[in-house]
């Protein structure tokens, strides 16, 4: 179990984290989601003592300073690439492990699990960037730990690498791990993760249930086909639905349940060839609940290929900025 009571952190007049308070359970995995520049890496770092700042927590209890061999209850990966030059991959986790009391059995293991290990007498200076990912997870899970703590654990992997990451960090979840894994890749996290910590400008926006996060920001829609969809737009109106024409004549009602469309039809005698509800994805939501946290903007594009930049002024610049955290 994570605790995270009170994390804040100021650099000079910006507050990059504002009391910040959650809680991360076992056997699920919990996403960690915010715009670029909301304060999750500056959140992270908090949490594991690496940065100066208020609030305290705890793993299982214990601050991470005070565990004995951390590696052994608490993984991490916050860079992707911070590895010795000049040691081979194998040798760099063996002289970790070394210092947290891991035999090199384990070094070996965790290398073939993470698919490193063909390359593990190489230097990983050479490793491409999702081969440094890989290596960063085999170092988290070096201590066969509890606990694990990602940040942007899929940059860099391509759609195999991403599928099997997913699939492991599901697994670990499965096992009775505390998993907590933060990412911009919406659509994976969608598939991935179970509760979310959504946070924008350091400050907490929704702390819940993946599902409970997609409906309290976003409004599911019912799809209506039918001969007789003109006619039928009257009538759901009526009924105090909002309706739009969708594509290839469909009607998009909104404010009204399926049932009680499908049961308006019927007394209305119009004839369905389609009644389906359409849910609302996770980046629909994180768009409506972050679009006001949101730190960097770009111009809209101008009709007719213009270039924005070139229609923006000095004193007006399209992107603003002064966030302190680049997470």
Excluded: C
């Excluded at 650099?11 to 715009?35: E, H, I, W």
Aim: proline share 4%; no cysteine; net charge negative.
């Amino acid at each position: 179990m994570i605790t995270a009571k009170g994390l804040y952190k100021r650099y000079r007049k910006t507050v990059a984290v504002n009391q910040l308070s959650f809680d991360v359970r076992p056997g699920v995995v919990t996403g960690f989601l915010g715009p670029n520049g909301s304060g999750k890496s500056t959140t992270m770092r908090l949490m594991l003592g690496l940065d100066h700042g208020e609030g305290e927590t705890l793993f299982d209890g214990e601050s991470f300073t005070d565990i004995r061999r951390p590696m052994n209850k608490v993984g991490t990966l916050l860079e992707a690439k911070p590895f010795h030059p000049t040691r081979s991959a194998r040798n760099h986790l063996r002289m970790l492990a070394s210092a947290n009391g891991v035999g090199d059995k384990r070094v070996d293991e965790v290398m073939d699990l993470v698919g490193l290990g063909s390359v593990k007498r190489k230097k990983p200076k050479g490793y491409s960037l999702g081969m440094a990912q890989r290596l960063g997870l085999a170092q988290a899970l070096l201590g066969d730990p509890g606990i694990l703590l990602l940040d942007e654990p899929t940059n860099g992997l391509d759609p195999h690498g991403i599928h099997w990451m997913r699939d492991m960090l599901k697994h670990l979840a499965a096992e009775g791990r505390t998993i907590f894994v933060s990412s911009h890749l919406l659509s994976e996290m969608q598939l991935m993760a179970d509760e979310l910590v959504v946070i924008g400008r350091g400050t907490m926006i929704f702390n819940g249930d993946v599902d409970q996060f997609v409906r309290d920001f976003t409004q599911s829609t019912v799809i209506v086909r039918s001969p007789s969809a003109d006619g039928f737009v009257s009538a759901l109106e009526g009924a105090g639905a909002e309706v739009a024409k969708g594509k290839d004549g469909e009607l998009v009602v909104s404010g009204m349940e399926m049932g009680a469309v499908g049961h308006l039809a019927f007394t209305e005698n119009v004839e369905l060839s389609e009644l389906s509800t359409r849910s609302a994805s996770l980046e629909e939501a994180f768009m409506s609940a972050t679009g006001s946290s949101e730190e960097f903007v770009a111009a809209e594009p101008l009709a007719g290929g213009a270039n924005p930049a070139a229609a923006t002024s000095p004193a007006a610049p399209a992107t603003k900025t002064g966030g302190a955290d680049n997470a």
